[in-house]
């Protein structure tokens, strides 16, 4: 069955696996059984935890409506679960519940929350004074690779353009890699040396230069060789040039910023790389901060507007 979901649900998903236990299991959109009939129901949110032995299943419904959820949407909620597996039932509201609701929920031993949208003003906001996150990312396209080869005997130190499928070795004389595979993952990696200008890259830039000083910083402090000229002769490579084309793309995600019970929340939604995404962060009482990037999100359903 294909999951349905929407923008508010997402939220309380991620919130939840933010500060659920490491050992639970958070899943979303859980078919849950019936124990009478077998029948399989829909749960929007299920957190399942061994404790002392034992299974324990807290189903989570979610709503997003324009008005207070009522006594019988709840009424309905706990019918929905009285025989199906759920040990505790917890129900999140977008806009909050009526006073019936409430007395209802509380009469049934269900829990309940609601979305507050927390004002420019507030000491509670994650991100004071800004109104939008912003994504990058960052394609970058060798177009030239130079190795710098170091002198050997009466060979003198050169710069040589390298093809894509140079092949490099070891100092043993064993293929490491292709040129292209080297540069692929010099590239790619943010810990390598494309990180700087990733980091810096804005709209306007077009091109980028990085250049390696000391080759053997590729291969674990271990120098790298080419086969050049006639024979089997190694020579050293002792720096790399890289240089190609370089394409940004930024992103803005305008910011929403709340609470659900005592838990800060802040997050938007926009695109990465064509895809739907959603960023989400929330901060616990510590001070502490964390951040999921998602592209996990089906923008067809229904978006949560406060």
Partial sequence: ?????????????????????????????????????????????????????????????????????????????????????TDKLVLISSAGFSDNALKEAKGLGIETYSFEELNDESAELIFKNTKSLWHKVVTLSAKKVLFLIESIGELPEENLSVSSNTLIFNEKGEIISEAKELVEFL?????????????????NHKWFEIHIEKAE??????????????GNLLRKIKSIYISGELTPTINEFPLIQGKIGEDNIAWGTGKIQDKEAIIFTTENRKGERRMTISTDFDAKGKKFKK
Wanted: one cysteine or more; charged letters at 30%.
């Fill in 1 to 85: 069955m294909p999951k349905r979901s929407n923008e508010f649900q997402k939220i309380v998903l991620l919130l939840k696996k933010h500060f659920a236990p490491s050992e639970a299991t958070v899943t979303e959109s859980k078919m849950l059984k019936h124990r009478i009939t077998g029948e399989e129901k829909e749960v929007d949110i299920c957190i399942a935890q061994m404790i002392a032995g034992h299974s324990f299943v807290l189903s989570i419904e979610c709503t997003d409506t324009a008005r207070n959820v009522t006594a019988e949407w709840v009424e309905r909620m706990r019918g929905k679960h009285e025989h199906l597996e």
């Fill in 217 to 230: 910083e590729v291969y674990n402090n271990n120098p790298i060789f080419i086969k050049y000229l006639e």
């Fill in 187 to 203: 590239l790619a990696d943010p810990n390598n040396v494309g990180k700087p200008v990733t980091r810096d890259a804005t709209e």
